[in-house]
């Protein structure tokens, strides 16, 4: 797309003048907060990825950009890998007063869970998907603007001719931004593991 917009108010003239409408100006930053969440629960690109240390404890706020865990591990000699377990799961398994080297977590809501209680202090290493920043007038730009601004533009017409109830121009913009996801998606992959399919190989004892 021409003159790529690179900051908020860029994009939402760039959302404006694509749909060639000029009623909408009170309603444009509302269609990119909706596209925004769709970008979030679609695109997963090496870009997203964050890496947090944590204090253990046994209950643990996670990070304020925390959107999904890739893995989770203790720093000790050595690492210990956490598995994932339903919250209720957690719940049941360990009694509230057991103590020990956590082997499980849990995430409800806003906060991380260990199991068991942690016995000491832990560093707890968490490498998780973060959230897209949401773009806003003090906060003008983001990498997946910079890197991707046609995706932001298709993803903010698809809710823009939503609101409209143009199904013509939604399924069209719609189809556009699938495909801009799935081939952000592929490039993302070729970044991070190269042109070749992954193999699994025996674990390496050190």
Do not use: C
């Amino acid at each position: 797309m021409a003159n790529d917009p690179q900051t908020f108010d860029e994009l939402k003239v760039a959302v404006l003048s694509w749909s060639n409408r000029d009623d909408l100006d009170g309603n444009v930053e509302e269609f990119i907060a909706l596209a925004e969440r769709r970008l979030n629960r679609a695109i997963f690109v090496p870009d997203r990825e964050s890496m947090a240390t944590l204090t253990a404890a046994a209950t643990v706020a996670l990070p304020s950009d925390f959107w999904g865990v890739r893995s989770i591990w203790l720093d000790t000699d050595p690492k210990v890998v956490l598995d994932q377990m339903n919250f209720g799961m957690l719940q049941q398994a360990y009694a509230p007063a057991a103590t020990g080297q956590p082997g499980n977590y849990a995430i409800h809501g806003s906060t991380l869970y260990l199991g068991p209680s942690p016995d000491s202090a832990y560093s707890v290493k968490l490498a998780y998907w973060a959230k897209v920043a949401a773009l806003s007038v003090s906060n003008t730009t983001n990498w997946l603007l910079t890197a991707a601004p046609d995706i932001y533009i298709a993803a903010s017409l698809v809710e823009l001719y939503l609101y409209i109830v143009d199904e013509a121009q939604a399924t069209l913009w719609e189809q556009r931004t699938a495909a801009k996801i799935a081939e952000l998606n592929r490039d993302g992959s070729r970044r991070q593991y190269g042109g070749t399919p992954l193999r699994i190989r025996s674990p390496i004892v050190v």
